[in-house]
């Protein structure tokens, strides 16, 4: 029986996900969990393949930040790990183990204990819409950057690959850190397809993947 795998890169998706399903609640858990399952159903089904032909959903994340940092404009103290979005990164860890067919891969958050401006802390800096001396603690954000996730995506699209256990793999991502092991993936003869969630991809992105498709809901 022909068999695909969707592997899900996680940050991309809770990323988007706050963008495509803007109705749903982004700090339910359950909710999320149950929607990347969903997911990979709604390809099955577009590409009129059986549910059967599910071979596995493939979920990268990292951890949360779970220290102690001192704030940088106030100076107070904040747990990370008792934070709302901790919180809701485990929790989803733990209602992704419970799904069928799913394999939670973490990888690493490596932070270097600073802080850095946010992206629209910049932009505002920029249009002169905020000056520096009105700086606060809500305009940081602690500078951490996940490692081993890209590393665990390509080994696992190599497996799959070599050890012919499908013919098929749809990843949903949005970057081209995919284009090696899809390179690998193709020339083993495997139908790979990207989900950008409808996120617009680099016109060269598409003579390394077979096809293109979102399941999603279009966001306006």
């Given at each position: 029986?022909?068999?695909?795998?969707?592997?899900?890169?996680?940050?991309?998706?809770?990323?988007?996900?706050?963008?495509v399903w803007?109705?749903?609640?982004?700090?339910?858990?359950?909710?999320?969990?149950?929607?990347?399952?969903?997911?990979?159903?709604?390809?099955?089904?577009?590409?009129?393949?059986?549910?059967?032909?599910?071979?596995?959903?493939?979920?990268?994340?990292?951890?949360?930040?779970e220290k102690?940092?001192?704030?940088?404009?106030?100076?107070?103290?904040?747990?990370?790990?008792?934070?709302?979005?901790?919180?809701?990164?485990?929790?989803?860890?733990?209602?992704?183990?419970?799904?069928?067919?799913?394999?939670?891969?973490?990888?690493?958050?490596?932070?270097?204990?600073?802080?850095?401006?946010?992206?629209?802390?910049?932009?505002?800096?920029?249009?002169?819409?905020?000056?520096?001396?009105?700086?606060?603690?809500?305009?940081?954000?602690?500078?951490?950057?996940?490692?081993?996730?890209?590393?665990?995506?390509?080994?696992?699209?190599?497996?799959?690959?070599?050890?012919?256990?499908?013919?098929?793999?749809?990843?949903?991502?949005?970057?081209?850190?995919?284009?090696?092991?899809?390179?690998?993936?193709?020339?083993?003869?495997?139908?790979?397809?990207?989900?950008?969630?409808?996120?617009?991809?680099?016109p060269d992105?598409?003579?390394?993947?077979?096809?293109?498709?979102?399941?999603?809901?279009?966001?306006?």
């Open positions: 029986m022909p068999s695909t795998a969707i592997l899900v890169d996680g940050a991309f998706f809770l990323a988007r996900y706050r963008k803007g109705d749903r609640d982004v700090n339910d858990a359950r909710t999320v969990a149950k929607t990347v399952f969903g997911m990979a159903l709604e390809h099955l089904k577009a590409l009129d393949r059986p549910r059967e032909a599910l071979y596995r959903i493939f979920f990268y994340d990292c951890p949360p930040l102690v940092l001192v704030k940088p404009v106030s100076g107070e103290s904040i747990d990370f790990a008792r934070t709302a979005a901790a919180g809701f990164r485990r929790d989803l860890h733990d209602q992704l183990r419970r799904q069928r067919k799913m394999a939670l891969r973490l990888g690493r958050l490596a932070d270097r204990g600073e802080w850095k401006l946010k992206h629209q802390a910049y932009q505002q800096l920029r249009d002169e819409s905020l000056y520096w001396d009105e700086l606060g603690d809500e305009h940081f954000e602690p500078d951490m950057r996940q490692t081993q996730v890209d590393m665990k995506i390509g080994i696992d699209i190599a497996a799959l690959a070599y050890k012919r256990q499908v013919d098929q793999i749809i990843l949903v991502a949005g970057d081209a850190d995919f284009i090696p092991a899809a390179k690998l993936a193709r020339y083993e003869g495997i139908d790979f397809i990207l989900d950008p969630m409808w996120q617009g991809i680099a992105l598409h003579e390394h993947i077979d096809g293109l498709q979102s399941v999603c809901p279009r966001p306006f």
